[in-house]
């Protein structure tokens, strides 16, 4: 299976910064990695798929970059609503595998 | 509106079964790549299984054997017919559309229902 490593872990900030979290892949995924984001008691949600491209409806403060095997998810100018868990997840194969997930609080 | 409803979870007994039903509203199961992803409590998301829109099965080496995915194509719903129940199983368990068919991402994404295997 292909391991994705993600981090940081946590990360704390505050509103109106610029975050990045980024994955690495064992090996190489070309373009197929999706970013979730998720908050307590809730399903994940996508915000981008395809390393780069935003999912309808999400605000155009997050961005995805990468290829390959190391990929980042940036968020910018934070907003209160984004304080959540953030995931990366591979669908190059079978399994399919997730990042370990980076907590974003408010600092 | 396009949805996803899971139901069928609950305390369960180890070694016990479990049937998990997603029910869709909004587009068709069987046209769909679908699966099953988990989350134990405080941890991260796993996947579990896909069905194919042309019917094959692939599942995570942790659930292979014990784990059997399906769908009933009448009721647009998709199973997770869960045997050979381990406290390890325990987790809230998500059907998820992978949206443009095969190897694709995750846009439609159910509540969740939770699984507790305890005795």
């Known amino acids: 299976a292909i391991r994705i490593t993600q981090s940081p872990s946590s990360l704390s900030a505050s509103t109106g910064d610029r975050v990045t979290i980024t994955c690495r892949a064992s090996?190489?995924?070309?373009?197929?990695l999706a970013w979730y984001q998720q908050k307590p008691g809730k399903a994940p949600k996508l915000l981008i798929y395809?390393?780069?491209t935003l999912q309808s409806g999400v605000p155009s403060r997050f961005s995805g970059s990468g290829s390959g095997t190391d990929f980042t998810l940036t968020i910018s100018c934070l907003q209160s609503e984004d304080f959540a868990t953030y995931y990366c997840?591979?669908?190059?194969?079978?399994?399919?595998?997730f990042g370990q997930g980076t907590r974003l609080e408010i600092k | 509106e396009v949805q996803l409803v899971e139901t069928g979870g609950g305390l369960i007994q180890p070694g016990g079964s479990l049937r998990l039903s997603c029910a869709a509203s909004?587009?068709?199961?069987?046209?769909?790549?679908m699966s099953w992803v988990r989350q134990a409590p405080g941890k991260g998301l796993e996947w579990v299984s896909v069905?194919?829109?042309?019917?094959?099965?692939y599942y995570a080496d942790s659930v292979k054997g014990r784990f059997t995915i399906s769908r009933d194509n009448s009721k647009n719903t998709l199973y997770l017919q869960m045997n050979s129940l381990r406290a390890e199983d325990t987790a809230v368990y998500y059907c998820?559309?992978?949206?443009?068919?095969?190897?694709?991402?995750?846009?439609?994404w159910g509540q969740g229902t939770m699984v507790t295997v305890s005795s």
């Open positions: 998820a559309r992978e949206e443009r068919g095969a190897l694709d991402a995750f846009d439609i």
């Open positions: 909004g587009f068709t199961v069987s046209s769909n790549y």
């Open positions: 069905i194919y829109s042309g019917g094959s099965t």
């Open positions: 090996q190489g995924i070309s373009s197929y």
């Open positions: 395809a390393a780069s």
């Open positions: 997840q591979q669908y190059y194969s079978y399994p399919f595998t």
